[in-house]
Each structure stands twice: as C-alpha cells, then as structure tokens.
C-alpha cells in the first residue's frame, strides 16, 4: 500500500461526511470519509469478513505490547466471534479502511454484564503499528462515540494500561478522565502493570 500522507494536527477539521449506504456492509450503515492531507481513508462498521485483517493488527498488541493483557495470540475463529457477538447485540465493530486494508478498528462492548450497566459501555481501539499518529485513531473514536450516542449509551469507559501514554493521550483529548487506578492488577512481561478507568459520560 502507498498511502502517501504527513501527519495531520487539526483532528477537528476532519471532513467528515455521510456519503452513502452500501449493500456490502455486514448491515446497511453509512459509511464516514475522512480527507487528511493525501490520505482518503473511510470509518465502516465492520463485517465477519474483517476478522482476517483485525488479527494481526490485535496480535501485535498481544504480543508485543502491554495494551492487552493476554500472552497467548488470537485466532481467526475467536476474532470472528468476538465481531458477530458485538454485532448481534447491536454495539458498533468500526474498521477504518484504505485502499482496499484495514489499518485499524474499534469497538464498543458491554461493560460488565448484569442489567443495571446496560448504558455503560467498554470502548477498544487498535491501530496497525505501521500507521500510527496519522490521526486514524482520532477519526476510529471520533465515529465510535457518535455511535456510542446512536445507542444511547450514557457511560463509556476505558480500561488502559497505566503505561499507555498514547491511549491516556487519545482519551483525554476525547474528554475522557481518570476516574480509576488499579495497582498492580495485571503482569505481563515479568512485571506488574497498573489498571487505570477512564471515563466519559455522554
Ligand atoms: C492508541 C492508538 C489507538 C492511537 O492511534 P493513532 O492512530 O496512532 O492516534 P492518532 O494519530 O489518531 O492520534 C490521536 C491522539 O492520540 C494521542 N497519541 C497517539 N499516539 C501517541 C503517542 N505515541 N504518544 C502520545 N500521544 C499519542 C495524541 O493525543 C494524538 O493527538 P495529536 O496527534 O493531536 O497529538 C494506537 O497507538 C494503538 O493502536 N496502540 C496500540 C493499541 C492500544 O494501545 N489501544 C488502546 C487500548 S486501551
């Protein structure tokens, strides 16, 4: 691929547009174009079909990183599964899409699963390492908390890695706040990791 594009740094003039609905899409959403300097990438939700191109963008992170915490490498069928459960349930899977790959996607979850949270949802977000600070993460949250709206979720928290600084970044200029610190909670790579909430309430 050879998406020729600088880093942008006004995130909040992305254009943003509605273009169209497609009967490609796992269900008829309209899909969100974003134009950044020479890059033309577009925010779709996700079908079954995209498991392929999100796992090893998950895998890296699992492997390589501490923003998941699990040691053992994902698989397709378990991908796949962790789409059609979000889907079925009728919370957003997003995949940010160019030229035809997939270069990053997120997705909200339910929180914890007793009735009383159902307005509170989980948020994830992933991006291929090759493509970071070219603002797909920013446009990924940018239409998942439209969505997040659409639902009427009221609460959406994310549970990040204290050591995360991208992410804790990312948040914070959604307005998401720490509300939330875990203490070694978690280990991975021989060492404790803390657990911070962050949250935002729409
Ligand atoms: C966190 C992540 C999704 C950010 O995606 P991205 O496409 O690189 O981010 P963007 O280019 O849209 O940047 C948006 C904002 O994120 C923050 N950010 C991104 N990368 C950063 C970094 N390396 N250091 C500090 N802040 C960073 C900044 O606030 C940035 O805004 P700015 O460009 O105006 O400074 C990406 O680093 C990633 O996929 N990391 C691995 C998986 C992960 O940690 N997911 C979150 C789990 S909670």
Redesign the pocket.
């Given at each position: 691929m050879s998406l020729q594009c600088g880093?942008?740094?006004q995130?909040h003039h992305f254009a943003v547009g509605i273009l169209t609905h497609t009967s490609r899409t796992f269900r008829t959403r309209p899909k969100h174009v974003f134009e950044m300097d020479q890059m033309t990438f577009q925010i779709r939700d996700a079908t079954p079909s995209d498991a392929a191109a999100i796992l090893p963008?998950f895998n890296q992170?699992v492997l390589e990183?501490t923003?998941?915490w699990s040691d053992q490498p994902s698989d397709l069928a378990s991908r796949e599964e962790w789409i059609h459960t979000r889907v079925s349930k009728n919370l957003p899977v997003l995949v940010c899409e160019a030229e035809g790959a997939i270069l990053?996607y997120a997705a909200l979850s339910d929180f914890r699963p007793l009735d009383g949270y159902r307005s509170t949802k989980e948020n994830?977000?992933?991006?291929?390492?090759t493509?970071?600070?070219?603002?797909?993460?920013?446009?990924?949250?940018t239409v998942l908390l439209q969505r997040a709206r659409q639902i009427e979720a009221h609460a959406v928290v994310?549970?990040?890695?204290s050591t995360?600084?991208?992410?804790?970044?990312?948040?914070?200029?959604f307005g998401f706040a720490e509300v939330g610190r875990l203490p070694q909670v978690g280990q991975k790579f021989g060492s404790w990791l803390d657990l911070i909430y962050m949250q935002k309430l729409l």
């Open positions: 880093r942008f740094r995130p963008i992170a990183t923003a998941v990053g994830s977000v992933f991006v291929d390492i493509q970071h600070r070219r603002g797909i993460g920013r446009a990924l949250m994310a549970a990040i890695d995360n600084a991208a992410s804790i970044s990312l948040h914070g200029s």
